[in-house]
């Protein structure tokens, strides 16, 4: 018996196959299994690998060791032109002595004596930095002498020794000779101190240590002026930041030198005609030593960038040098005394 539903189907007769129609070489695809509801399979990931970061190490590696000697010879410029303040630390009986001895432990105990650093040091590349160590010691030198010629004939040893120490000398390394040269300095101060020995002072010889100055700014100021480029000089050359260096070294020991001598002596300026343009004097004296350019440019002054470093110093250099004559002819107005001198009472050194 047959019911409805079947009788809708019906069957249909089978296809005839050719048997030589068939590829039996043909190779056989494996069956794909998948999983119910199972996601399609990923191609595998390729495995990570450390050659870019390696790479990019030795180029960084590369670039610090190009970069590196350059960024030490900037960082070994340094210029100390602070102010000296005698007040603190150990008491100084003189104290524009204290200064010399101060002004030398600065560049002895801070960046060091480029002049003696070796060839492959990155000091020794510096222009800068030698020419404002050899202004100060010139500088101090200049002022031993004057301090010893000042004496009135005394030879005290001390002063002999620290004048013979801080004279240039290129056959030997300076660093042991400056260090000399300071206790030697620190010695002549501690004899004042106990009365041993003689210190100038007075007007008259803060008179000599006027014209001293004076001098000093008179030569600077002219060699500036001659290396000044009248013209776009653009970057100056070694010369020209070798005269600018000194000068500036010439400009802050006169500066410090004079202010510890305005200190000691303020009883005889306070009620003198030069106080007035003494002030003035080391205003302009400071101005000069401030001057602390990093790259010195010898620009002329129709130039687009840059300035003229060396001009600009020998101007300051010349109005300081006006300020301190007026001061000079304010003592010699007065009729002053030659240096007074404080005598020992122990005539031994």
């Not at 002026?225 to 100056?236: F, K, N, R």
């Not at 240096?339 to 050194?349: G, R, S």
């Amino acid at each position: 018996m047959s019911t409805g539903a079947t009788d809708e189907y019906e069957e249909e007769p089978l296809e005839d196959i050719e048997i030589g129609a068939l590829d039996y070489d043909a190779p056989i695809a494996p069956p794909i299994i998948r999983m119910a509801n199972s996601p399609a399979q990923k191609p595998p990931r390729k495995p990570l690998t450390l050659k870019p970061f390696i790479f990019a190490a030795k180029t960084l590696i590369v670039i610090a060791a190009i970069l590196a000697y350059p960024a030490a010879t900037i960082l070994s410029h340094q210029i100390d032109d602070r102010p000296i303040n005698l007040e603190t630390g150990r008491h100084w009986a003189v104290s524009d002595i204290g200064v010399s001895a101060v002004l030398l432990a600065r560049e002895l105990d801070g960046p060091g004596w480029a002049a003696d650093r070796h060839p492959w040091h990155p000091q020794a590349q510096l222009t800068a930095l030698p020419a404002w160590q050899d202004g100060l010691r010139a500088s101090i030198a200049d002022h031993a002498r004057l301090t010893l010629g000042a004496l009135d004939g005394q030879r005290d040893q001390d002063l002999v020794a620290a004048e013979r120490l801080l004279a240039e000398d290129t056959s030997q390394k300076a660093t042991p000779r400056l260090q000399a040269a300071r206790q030697a300095l620190m010695r002549y101060d501690d004899r004042v101190g106990r009365a041993v020995a003689g210190s100038p002072q007075g007007l008259g010889f803060l008179a000599r240590e006027l014209e001293l100055t004076l001098g000093w700014a008179d030569v600077s100021s002219t060699e500036l002026a001659e290396i000044s480029s009248p013209g776009d000089g653009w970057l100056a050359s070694s010369e020209a930041v070798r005269r600018v260096y000194y000068g500036k070294a010439r400009a802050h020991a006169a500066h410090q030198l004079l202010s510890a001598i305005k200190a000691r002596e303020t009883v005889s300026l306070s009620e003198h005609p030069a106080a007035n343009t003494f002030d003035l004097a080391l205003e302009r004296w400071r101005s000069a030593a401030k001057l602390k350019p990093l790259f010195v440019w010898n620009q002329g002054g129709d130039g687009l960038v840059g300035a003229n470093h060396p001009a600009i110093l020998a101007l300051r250099l010349r109005e300081a040098h006006a300020a301190t004559e007026q001061v000079l002819a304010a003592l010699q107005a007065n009729d002053e005394t030659p240096a007074a001198q404080e005598p020992p009472n122990n005539p031994l050194p």
